[in-house]
């Protein structure tokens, strides 16, 4: 049975999707985000429970497991799914209730299974560039100033190489499509580790983006809300370029530029050198649970 005291493989973590889907299937569905260049899809869980109005909800999207061997991003995104299905807290079940929420754990899901079969350390896809080296790092893929900060050309980069052209990778390039094709998307929210912090856009520049005051005040709320549970300052909210490094080429910084989505924001979550012990990822995802409530 699926738990939150070990780490699960990608094909384990689906299961836990479909089983979920089928236990509440009045008000989630499994939704398929994109696909990977060995063939798996991007599976995710749409949650959205009946409501009296007529128009949309808004919708809150989650991603996770960009890089493969940032384990604790999908078990809190699974464990965060786990509260929004059965939490009986008001305030978690009104903020499950408020939106649309797609909710994608692994989205490179060849390198994650490859960090658990091969090498632990794995960050990037598994495409083949050479005869010897695999992979290009999914957050520096994006079309939004690839190549210009923090990112390499040289494909046996075992870290940031930024692929062989902007969406080169499949995953995001059909990861991609399938945000562009959403309406009403409110905010966008990337789970990475092991930086503890909270970063907004762009991560490239230092220069603040219109609603940028706003994003730091929201974001400042939902870090008083994560401090409550184990005392754990983040750093930021911030851009990269101030308080971590220059990165082009991101998720959330071409999400922001393509798609105009009001909140987005990447999450540094706490980690250890991507080795947090799997009997503390309560701690994170209560932690990060509360984050939430502080950002909605
Ligand atoms: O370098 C990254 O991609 C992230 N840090 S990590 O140590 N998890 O690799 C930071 C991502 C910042 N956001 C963007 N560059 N969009
Ligand atoms: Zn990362």
Same mark, same amino acid.
């Not at 060995?38 to 599976?43: F, S, T």
């Not at 999908?74 to 299905?85: E, G, K, R, V």
């Not at 923090?150 to 870290?159: L, M, R, V």
């Given at each position: 049975?699926?738990?939150?005291?070990?780490?699960?493989?990608?094909?384990?973590?689906?299961?836990? +999707?479909?089983?979920?889907?089928?236990?509440?299937?009045?008000? =989630?569905?499994? &939704? #398929?985000?994109?696909?990977?260049?060995?063939?798996?899809?991007?599976?995710?869980?749409?949650?959205?429970?009946?409501?009296?109005?007529?128009?949309?909800?808004?919708?809150?999207?989650?991603?996770?497991?960009?890089?493969?061997?940032?384990?604790?991003?999908?078990?809190?995104?699974? !464990?965060?799914?786990?509260?929004?299905?059965?939490?009986?807290?008001?305030?978690? =079940?009104?903020?499950?209730?408020?939106?649309?929420?797609?909710?994608?754990?692994?989205?490179?899901?060849?390198? !994650?299974?490859?960090?658990?079969?091969?090498?632990?350390?794995?960050?990037?896809?598994?495409?083949?560039?050479?005869?010897?080296?695999?992979?290009?790092?999914?957050?520096?893929?994006?079309?939004?100033?690839?190549?210009?900060?923090?990112?390499?050309?040289?494909?046996?980069?075992?870290?940031?190489?930024?692929?062989?052209?902007?969406?080169?990778?499949?995953?995001?390039?059909?990861?991609?499509? !399938?945000?562009?094709?959403?309406?009403? +998307?409110?905010?966008? #929210?990337?789970?990475?580790?092991?930086?503890?912090?909270?970063?907004?856009?762009?991560?490239?520049?230092?220069?603040?983006?219109?609603?940028?005051?706003?994003?730091?005040?929201?974001?400042?709320?939902? +870090?008083?809300?994560?401090?409550?549970?184990?005392?754990?300052?983040?750093?930021?909210?911030? =851009?990269?370029?101030?308080?971590?490094?220059?990165?082009?080429?991101?998720?959330?910084?071409? #999400?922001?530029?393509?798609?105009?989505?009001? +909140?987005?924001?990447?999450?540094?979550?706490?980690?250890?050198?991507?080795?947090?012990?799997?009997?503390?990822?309560?701690?994170?995802?209560?932690? &990060?649970?509360?984050?939430?409530?502080?950002?909605?």
């Amino acid at each position: 049975a699926f738990s939150w005291t070990a780490y699960y493989d990608v094909d384990d973590i689906y299961e836990y +999707l479909g089983n979920v889907s089928k236990e509440y299937s009045n008000w =989630t569905q499994l &939704v #398929v985000g994109g696909e990977s260049y060995e063939g798996r899809q991007i599976v995710g869980l749409r949650i959205n429970t009946p409501t009296e109005k007529d128009e949309p909800k808004k919708i809150v999207f989650i991603e996770s497991g960009i890089h493969a061997r940032e384990w604790i991003t999908p078990a809190t995104t699974t !464990y965060f799914i786990n509260q929004l299905l059965t939490s009986t807290d008001p305030k978690i =079940t009104a903020m499950r209730n408020q939106f649309e929420w797609q909710i994608f754990p692994t989205v490179n899901p060849d390198g !994650y299974h490859y960090s658990f079969t091969w090498d632990r350390m794995w960050r990037k896809t598994r495409s083949k560039s050479t005869f010897f080296c695999y992979g290009a790092d999914p957050n520096r893929n994006w079309d939004y100033n690839w190549l210009k900060n923090g990112a390499t050309s040289n494909p046996c980069n075992y870290q940031t190489y930024g692929g062989s052209e902007p969406f080169s990778e499949k995953e995001t390039r059909t990861l991609s499509e !399938y945000i562009q094709d959403l309406d009403n +998307l409110l905010a966008y #929210v990337a789970f990475h580790a092991d930086a503890q912090m909270l970063l907004v856009p762009y991560s490239d520049s230092v220069e603040h983006i219109d609603n940028y005051d706003d994003l730091v005040k929201i974001g400042k709320t939902s +870090l008083e809300y994560g401090y409550k549970v184990n005392g754990e300052k983040y750093d930021g909210p911030a =851009t990269a370029a101030e308080i971590l490094y220059k990165a082009s080429g991101g998720s959330m910084d071409w #999400v922001r530029h393509a798609t105009g989505t009001p +909140l987005v924001y990447t999450y540094e979550l706490r980690g250890k050198s991507f080795h947090w012990p799997p009997d503390r990822i309560y701690e994170q995802g209560d932690e &990060v649970t509360q984050m939430m409530l502080g950002l909605f």
